[in-house]
């Protein structure tokens, strides 16, 4: 491995286990500390991991009940659109024979 580079002091990785077991001692406690914040920051990605998916699912779903949304839409506005169009043809129906009454009629 390449040195690590530790407060500007390079240093050889694996480390050099010496005669000083104090060090040896607090160099264990930083790795059992590192090892537990790893443990639970891998936790964490887990929850996460999952509420991602969770939220991805209901992604889906809501995706799939707006494109139903969106079909049920178009038929309410086509419908509404024929309503329309026959109240309008009605209405210049009954206009244009309101109109034609209005003349008189031979006999």
């Not at 050099?16 to 607090?26: E, K, S, T, V």
């Not at 090892?35 to 999952?50: H, L, P, Q, T, Y």
């Not at 969770?54 to 506005?77: I, Y």
């Amino acid at each position: 491995m390449p040195p690590v580079c530790f407060r500007a002091k390079a240093l050889e990785w694996p480390l050099p286990r010496g005669d000083n077991f104090a060090m040896d001692d607090l160099t264990n406690y930083r790795l059992d500390e590192a090892e537990k914040r790893a443990d639970k920051a891998d936790a964490r990605f887990d929850r996460i991991d999952g509420t991602l998916q969770e939220m991805k699912s209901e992604l889906g779903f809501m995706r799939a009940r707006l494109e139903v949304t969106a079909t049920q839409n178009t038929v309410w506005g086509a419908m509404a659109t024929v309503v329309g169009l026959g109240l309008g043809l009605l209405g210049v129906m009954v206009a244009v024979l309101t109109y034609l009454q209005a003349f008189p009629h031979p006999h």
